[in-house]
């Protein structure tokens, strides 16, 4: 039987443990017949460690989404490797601890810039780094959010950051839908991945999935968040750009 990802190549960043959702995402894309390859930073040791936990053996590259050396010589290493790419998932995000947890007014602009630089604008960065690697039918870009239409508690800078990814997502879809590349997100639902362990408090903003999630919602199970990221990747939504899909047990739907 094949898969929905059969013959595509995927690129997939943050994969850093097994909780993570890009390891979920990744492990499903190569079940579902993908060929994949993964990014990391800063510690590309571990990456490859929990790799080996996949059903298929991958390729780690180091790459630092901030720099541009690095950013300039993933086409290359990408090529070398798979020829080019069908899917990029970008699961980046990071804001300095003096970002989070309660300081949002006392922030310094620096944190901030590095928040924005790492969680939102890389969205763009990745993307045109792999641009070349699509072929002419188009490609698929899907990234992973927490729904930035609220003010969370803890959250702080991270729901600035954001609300800027999901505008990025936006414009990029604009920009490059005449060239068949949709660019969408996943909003996800709280989980224990790494970054949610980085940000202050985080147990108390999840608190409030096991009152109001109309689905009942586990924080240790990513699954069905990569299911999104891979049916997202697919050639199933062939004509969905520019798009948010909430994989948060309903949440985002609900009132008082």
């Not at 080996?52 to 090529?79: A, C, M, S, Y």
């Not at 990814?165 to 660019?183: F, I, M, P, Q, W």
């Not at 009152?211 to 990513?222: A, C, G, I, K, V």
Request: proline share 6%.
């Amino acid at each position: 039987m094949s898969g929905i990802l059969d013959g595509k190549r995927i690129l997939i960043t943050g994969v850093l443990m097994e909780s993570s959702i890009a390891f979920h995402a990744a492990k499903l894309a190569q079940e579902q017949g993908a060929e994949v390859i993964l990014t990391a930073w800063p510690r590309p040791s571990l990456t490859e460690r929990v790799a080996k936990k996949l059903p298929k053996p991958v390729k780690v590259i180091e790459l630092d989404v901030t720099n541009q050396e690095h950013l300039d010589r993933l086409e290359g290493l990408v090529r070398d490797e798979l020829g080019g790419l069908d899917g990029v998932v970008h699961s980046i995000g990071f804001a300095p601890q003096d970002a989070l947890g309660g300081n949002f007014l006392n922030t310094p602009f620096e944190s901030v810039a590095t928040a924005m630089h790492v969680s939102a604008f890389s969205l763009k960065s990745l993307t045109m780094a792999c641009k070349p690697l699509f072929p002419a039918e188009g490609a698929a870009v899907v990234g992973l959010t927490f729904d930035a239409q609220f003010a969370w508690p803890q959250y702080d800078w991270m729901g600035p950051a954001k609300a800027a990814l999901e505008a990025t997502s936006r414009y990029l879809a604009r920009d490059l839908g005449k060239e068949n590349v949709r660019c969408n997100l996943i909003s996800a639902g709280p989980l224990g991945s790494m970054a949610a362990k980085s940000i202050p408090g985080f147990s108390d903003l999840a608190d409030t999935w096991n009152h109001r999630s109309m689905l009942e919602w586990d924080m240790t199970d990513p699954e069905p968040t990569g299911r999104g990221v891979v049916a997202l990747l697919s050639d199933w939504f062939p004509k969905t750009t520019g798009e948010i899909i909430h994989v948060d047990g309903g949440l985002h739907a609900m009132g008082a």
